[in-house]
């Protein structure tokens, strides 16, 4: 191909792809972020602050195990060869190991120190719940048989000890119960809580032997968990879904399909305290339903996935803060029943509208006892989109996890939509650190390892845009490099719009690394813009709320709608709704212009010196003055009426044809593939106009994509746009295609 152009364009002076080769295109550095597939499960070690993220196996990757500690430490392990394409379906940590249930029933142990798969072992059976302690060095296995078997981790193979179906003792008739939830008692490891489908039972190692039964029936008469009356004359048993113990280790919890929770007294005769769902009390007493009001509407509920100590969730997160435990040798039957009917507060932790919360990891400040319940500072949620949600516990306000979680968690903290990357110059980047209010650090653990320095050149700067409307700006190194600045910054483009839903679609964003501004285009057709500032509101709200927008077409200053917790970053400065559709195409120059697009059409070019709107324009004007050295002909059967976009925006400063000096430029391309320059030029009143360069140019049939100015004699693109450029400075190295 290199002789094929030598011998075409023997007039060309250099030959542009003589010194391309193959080494040109190998990738010279490395990094990788993100999660290759969904969340399946989560895990967290208060004593060695890690969090491990368990994922599916699916079309996007296989299931793995990443390790998370603080700032960019990261860790990924594969599963073991025989659970290949199996899901990740319970991680625990266990003193310096890892255990790892997996879809296909196999459990596999790792090592924290050695990064490494110890060993994995296939049970005879499936596996349906995993159970381990931090003291102990086995891990208790639940059989769908219903069958309890303990693993040995120091000797790394089954050890000579099982429990057998301790429910068939309660009713030999009850077909195969599996095993649902097994849980340690909190206060003495030798007696064991096992949840089978039917019931569930307390085993004492020391008597090797059951000691309590617990089996939920729903009497006639009594409205049960889901209120259904066409069953209200029937005898009901729902099956039972998780058991935990209260962290006294007096009660018990049970939770149960019909969305029920039944609190059993552990101490004297086992009986049961309280039956509840979320919202009615007394639901398996026959006399409770009478007066309900339900009319014959079934109430529907929803199942319940997971329980704990203190919370249950449902389609959400649900918090009951029962308050100070009764003394229980002083208390009657009566008070004790009113404990668990009447808590001190019942509060529903904020979640994002229909997200369905399958799973959810406390996050506790020190002890890994009692089941990561005790002293817990936050909640990690994992919803049913495979999304993360980080809460504060108890008060459940949303936790921002830039700058807490590894930057591959915020992938999915929620979903990211886009990813862009612009270059920094270091000291730039080195002074743009953030100043916001946040809690204690959620990750502290792992040490870094060794890494080289790269103290000169600019920085790779990645954005990412989120489903929620924030966006997150952080370094993404060169995979081996020690990072001066690994701290990442955070725009809330909702609140910056005065949205406080979550219903924020971003469509186009821009990053100038030179100028630090920012631009976001948003489906509602608001273009908005950041840079680098203070908050004179930080800790506070601004007294009589943020400043009205102005009309349609003109700049709103929005420096008034910050985010309380931020001091100093990346801050709103100034908004403009053109009311003409979605924001199709923005790009920041960087000496202190923007340009944007809608899909109504218009052109819009920002001076941000003031800021003031310099340029406004249709691009219908685009092909009234088509120019007649297009590339290619316009297709006669296109059709005249149809509708025409920006689709691609970039600035140059180059040389235009007949010209002896340097331009600031604005190329603009659109859906049906035209192509205009605009040129900026100052203006004696000191501010800055626009004028076309030239006629429009057709280049394609087709819309374009992106725009690469480059130099016509070298191919280069041209050097970026200095800070302190002139206008009158000729730069005729730099010639416009």
């Known amino acids: ?428 980047w080195l002074g743009m650190t953030e100043r916001r209010q946040q809690g204690p650090p959620i990750l502290n653990g792992g040490a870094e390892g060794p890494g080289r320095h790269h103290r000169f050149g600019n920085r790779n700067v990645a954005h990412t845009v989120h489903a929620d409307g924030t966006i997150r700006i952080f370094d993404v190194g060169y995979g081996d490099e020690e990072l001066e600045n690994p701290k990442a910054l955070q725009a809330d483009v909702g609140r910056a719009l005065g949205r406080y839903d979550g219903a924020v679609g971003v469509t186009a964003m821009s990053l100038a690394g030179a100028s630090g501004e920012m631009a976001v285009g948003v489906h509602s057709g608001q273009l908005v813009v950041f840079r680098w500032g203070h908050n004179k509101y930080a800790g506070r709200e601004p007294a009589g709320g943020p400043r009205p927008t102005q009309s349609p077409g003109h700049l709103s200053n929005i420096t008034d709608r910050v985010e309380p917790s931020l001091s100093e970053g990346v801050v709103p400065f100034t908004m403009l709704d053109q009311q003409n559709g979605p924001v199709t195409a923005v790009k920041v120059s960087e000496v202190g212009f923007i340009a944007a697009g809608t899909e109504g059409g218009s052109i819009t070019i920002l001076d941000m010196r003031g800021p003031a709107i310099i340029y406004a324009a249709s691009v219908a004007d685009f092909s009234k003055g088509e120019k007649k050295g297009s590339l290619r002909k316009r297709r006669n059967s296109e059709t005249p009426g149809k509708p025409e976009w920006v689709t691609s925006i970039e600035f140059s400063i180059m040389t235009l044809e007949g010209e002896d000096y340097s331009s600031i430029l604005c190329h603009c391309g659109t859906n049906q593939g035209h192509l205009a320059t605009f040129k900026i030029l100052p203006d004696p009143s000191g501010r800055y106009t626009v004028q076309p360069a030239g006629s429009p140019m057709h280049l394609s049939d087709s819309r374009i994509l992106q725009i690469a100015p480059i130099n016509a004699e070298t191919g280069k693109p041209p050097p970026p746009c200095p800070q302190q450029w002139e206008v009158s400075n000729p730069d005729p190295a730099s010639t416009a295609p």
């Open 1 to 428: 191909m290199t002789h094929l152009l030598r011998g075409k364009q023997s007039g060309i002076q250099n030959d542009l792809s003589a010194g391309l080769t193959q080494e040109l295109f190998n990738p010279d550095h490395l990094s990788r972020f993100g999660i290759n597939s969904q969340v399946s499960c989560l895990a967290y070690d208060p004593v060695q602050s890690l969090l491990a993220v368990g994922t599916k196996s699916s079309q996007f990757g296989q299931g793995q195990i990443y390790i998370f500690g603080r700032t960019r430490i990261e860790v990924v392990l594969p599963l073991s060869t025989q659970s290949q394409g199996a899901h990740v379906q319970t991680l625990q940590f266990c003193a310096e190991k890892l255990v790892c249930l997996d879809s296909k029933h196999d459990i596999s142990v790792y090592s924290l120190e050695l990064k490494s798969l110890l060993a994995s072992h296939s049970p005879p059976g499936h596996v349906t719940v995993l159970c381990t302690d931090p003291m102990l060095d086995y891990a208790l296995l639940g059989m769908q048989t219903g069958d309890v078997m303990a693993y040995d981790l120091d000797r790394e193979s089954l050890a000579p000890f099982k429990i057998p179906n301790l429910w068939a003792d309660v009713d030999p008739r009850a077909r195969v119960s599996p095993v649902v939830s097994l849980q340690f008692h909190p206060r003495d490891i030798g007696t064991l809580l096992i949840g089978y489908a039917h019931g569930a039972v307390i085993y004492s190692f020391k008597l090797n032997k059951a000691v309590r039964h617990f089996a939920y029936e729903v009497p006639q008469g009594a409205p049960g968990g889901d209120g259904d009356p066409a069953l209200a004359n029937t005898v009901r048993r729902p099956k039972l879904v998780h058991a935990v113990w209260h962290p006294t280790g007096t009660f018990v919890l049970t939770a149960h399909e019909d969305s029920s929770l039944v609190f059993w007294d552990t101490i004297k005769d086992g009986r049961m305290l309280m039956s509840r769902t979320i919202t009615d009390t007394s639901i398996a007493t026959p006399a409770a339903g009478a007066g309900r009001g339900t009319g014959g509407v079934m109430a529907v509920k929803e199942p319940l996935f997971k329980i704990s100590c203190t919370q249950s969730p449902t389609k959400g997160l649900t918090l009951f803060e029962m308050g100070r435990t009764p003394v229980y040798a002083t208390s009657t039957w009566e008070s004790l029943a009113q404990y668990f009917e009447e808590p001190k507060r019942q509060r529903i932790l904020p979640t994002p509208p229909g997200a369905e919360v399958v799973e959810f990891c406390p996050i506790p400040r020190a002890s890994p006892h009692f089941a990561g319940a005790h002293d817990p500072i936050a909640v990690i949620a994992l919803l049913g989109s495979g999304e993360l949600l980080t809460l504060t516990f108890p008060s459940g306000m949303p936790i921002c996890p830039t700058n807490q979680l590894h930057p591959s968690l915020t992938f999915v903290h929620p979903f990211v939509k886009s990813v862009g990357v612009c270059q920094v110059e270091r000291e730039r």
